[in-house]
């Protein structure tokens, strides 16, 4: 079988992240429809409903069953087995479409599924802790300091600005909002432009941003560039002393 060109590989790599694209719009509108459902119908508990031993809204079945986590599986007993097999096989019947993972109250063996039932409502003590974590971040302005903007293209072929923490190796999210289609877009590549942020911490101009990341690119290839010609230079040299030995000894 032949071996693909580059530009084979190139299209079909475009044609993968196109489909993919298009995978995560409609995993997304679908997400976004359920959680309107369950706003309309007001699926989630709240916290009293929740302490109160209300049933799950979306599969009724109980939130917490209170028999304890399941061990290990290498450590079930011959009926845990069994029990823990047939608990997984209704949950699979229950949840064949929902293609997401599942969920469970610690101290519980009741599995929920994280497309179908909505996660249990934090209580007050969660909510202190989140109050105090967020007390103890650094200032909305020190955060700047740390966000980098990327280039998102997207499957309409629109390019839209997003903004991230540096630490981040590549973009996470798959859909974002397209301000000129006006509707929720699958990404298909994207390409890290830099700070997001001056000094004193206004936006930097997506230009600015643009001919920035063009200069570092320009230094690093007239660097590889020196390197590659000091390298070549050393090679030349190394030739005509080989050439002048085997013309001395002839």
């Known amino acids: 079988m032949a071996k693909l060109t ?8 475009a ?13 997304d509108r679908r997400r976004r429809e359920r959680d309107e459902q369950w706003e309309r119908e007001d699926t989630r508990l709240s916290w009293a409903e929740y302490v109160a031993g209300e049933p799950c809204r979306g599969c009724g079945l109980p939130m917490t069953d209170e028999l304890g986590s399941w061990p290990p599986l290498m450590k079930l007993s011959e009926v845990e087995k069994r029990e823990y097999e047939e608990a997984n096989q209704k949950f699979r019947q229950r949840h064949t479409d929902c293609r997401a993972a599942r969920w469970t109250v610690s101290g519980s063996r009741v599995t929920h599924c994280c497309f179908c039932c909505p996660p249990p409502p934090m209580g007050p003590k969660q909510l202190e802790k989140l109050a105090k974590l967020f007390a103890s ?26 903004i991230q923490h540096r630490e981040n190796t590549r973009v996470s999210t798959r859909v974002v909002d397209c301000p000129e289609c006006g509707e929720r877009r699958g990404v298909v590549s994207s390409e890290r432009v830099g700070p ?3 000094d004193d911490g206004t936006i930097r101009e997506r230009a600015a941003a643009d001919r920035e990341r063009l200069a570092r690119e320009l230094a690093a290839a007239e660097a590889k560039l020196t390197r590659q010609q000091k390298n070549a230079a050393a090679t030349q040299q190394r030739i005509a002393e080989l050439q002048e030995e085997l013309g001395s000894e002839s």
């Open 15 to 27: 044609k993968r992240a196109l489909r993919s694209a298009l995978e995560a719009e409609t995993d």
């Open 137 to 162: 971040w650094p200032s909305r302005e020190e955060r700047k300091k740390d966000l980098d903007s990327w280039d998102l293209t997207l499957r309409c072929d629109h390019v839209v600005p997003y």
């Open 196 to 198: 997001a942020y001056r």
């Open 6 to 13: 580059e530009e084979q590989k190139r299209q079909r790599a």
